[in-house]
């Protein structure tokens, strides 16, 4: 029997999707962001600078009884968050390289089975992400990720240049990483976990301060800016940059959650140390997710924007769909394994280690 700590109807887990994940209800104030002079107004409602986000009514093909929650099958239970310190090993990761699919306004995860709701969004990974997208309709699909057998959903907000859109070039960088100390304990992602990672209403501010944060937008050697940049270099190797990270703690119990988030959590620093840790009611150790985006523009910027708004209203969504067998083998040889692997996991500095996947980037 399914069980889920409470029900909420169409309209009730549309309120909350919008009050939470799009942070609705703040009044908005004018600042000045210190980071690129520009006025950084901080409105947070849903008129976010003339960019409006409807509320969502219904759920997903995955949440027949449309209550928001989804739980996992099996849960997993009886986990306490690791307070080892294994052997020092500065690497623990592996990366899935993959390139831009497509465009449009759809988000299955915020607005499942509502085509056009969104803001514009560009996919990477599975070549049919769109507002219909499931588990089973992206389990096994075509892919643009070197790994055939990552049929994960990524996306984030459409980048803009004055009206014309501007769509990263080639395999993109998302970093599988351990984001606790004891690297040895992360395991797979369950199949069909999704969430959120950071908040398209979020003020300037919030951005900066927020958990996944790293080093902002950057080019050339403007770095930790919460907008863009007024101006980059004007050179044919200088692309706009972001890195945004993801939680990497999960609650053990469900794929998804009405506000996206809540079954995620960040690490927490073990007290008296410096380690890193899953809080006890998300004690589950998952690899943390790391976008690493170039977008090919520079010289002036001052017509850049997303799809979202503001610089500071990047986000980001991931649907797992990689093949089971394969994501493991990847995150034991790799993370658990302490290397710096590529898409092939293999680790140029320690060759001895050899290679998860072969030649054609598949399990041997």
């Known amino acids: 029997m399914r069980s889920s700590p409470r029900r909420l109807p169409a309209?009730?887990?549309?309120?909350?999707?919008?009050?939470?994940?799009?942070?609705?209800?703040?009044?908005?104030?004018?600042?000045?962001?210190?980071?690129?002079?520009?006025?950084?107004?901080?409105?947070?409602?849903?008129?976010?600078?003339?960019h409006t986000m409807a509320v969502s009514t219904q759920a997903s093909g995955d949440d027949p009884d449309g209550d928001g929650y989804i739980p996992a099958v099996p849960q997993v239970t009886g986990v306490t968050p690791s307070?080892?310190?294994?052997?020092?090993?500065?690497?623990?990761?592996?990366?899935?390289?993959?390139?831009?699919?497509?465009?449009?306004?759809?988000?299955?995860?915020?607005?499942?089975?509502?085509?056009?709701?969104?803001?514009?969004?560009t996919f990477m990974g599975n070549t049919s992400t769109d507002a219909n997208s499931t588990t089973a309709s992206l389990a096994g699909g075509a892919t643009t990720c070197k790994a055939p057998a990552d049929a994960s959903g990524y996306w984030m907000p459409s980048l803009y240049n004055g009206d014309r859109k501007i769509l990263p070039v080639g395999p993109q960088t998302i970093y599988y990483k351990a984001g606790v100390t004891d690297y040895t304990s992360v395991r797979p992602f369950p199949k069909g976990l999704r969430f959120v990672v950071g908040n398209p209403m979020q003020t300037a501010d919030e951005f900066r301060h927020h958990r996944g944060?790293?080093?902002?937008?950057e080019c050339?050697?403007?770095?930790?800016?919460?907008?863009?940049?007024?101006?980059?270099?004007?050179r044919a190797d200088v692309q706009l940059n972001i890195r945004f990270q993801a939680p990497s703690c999960w609650d053990g119990k469900y794929l998804d959650t009405p506000d996206h988030k809540s079954h995620m959590a960040y690490p927490v620093v073990k007290p008296g140390t410096n380690d890193n840790m899953c809080p006890a009611d998300h004690p589950?150790?998952?690899?943390?997710?790391?976008?690493?985006?170039?977008?090919?523009?520079?010289?002036?910027?001052?017509?850049?924007?997303?799809?979202s708004g503001r610089g500071y209203s990047f986000h980001y969504d991931f649907f797992n769909a990689w093949e089971d067998r394969t994501l493991k083998a990847l995150v034991d040889h790799c993370i658990v394994g302490g290397l710096q692997c590529d898409a092939r996991g293999y680790d140029q500095t320690h060759p001895e280690a050899g290679a998860t996947l072969g030649s054609d980037y598949r399990l041997p």
């Open 11 to 50: 309209l009730l887990l549309g309120t909350a999707l919008v009050a939470t994940v799009l942070g609705v209800g703040t009044i908005a104030s004018a600042t000045t962001d210190t980071h690129t002079g520009r006025d950084a107004t901080t409105a947070t409602s849903a008129a976010h600078l003339g």
């Open 220 to 234: 050339g050697d403007s770095y930790f800016n919460t907008d863009f940049p007024a101006s980059c270099p004007n």
């Open 284 to 307: 589950v150790a998952l690899p943390m997710i790391e976008f690493k985006m170039a977008f090919p523009v520079n010289g002036d910027m001052s017509q850049v924007r997303l799809a």
């Open 213 to 217: 944060f790293v080093e902002g937008w």
């Open 83 to 121: 307070t080892a310190t294994p052997p020092t090993r500065y690497f623990h990761e592996f990366q899935a390289n993959c390139s831009v699919t497509h465009t449009a306004p759809d988000d299955p995860i915020v607005y499942p089975g509502q085509p056009g709701k969104s803001h514009d969004h």
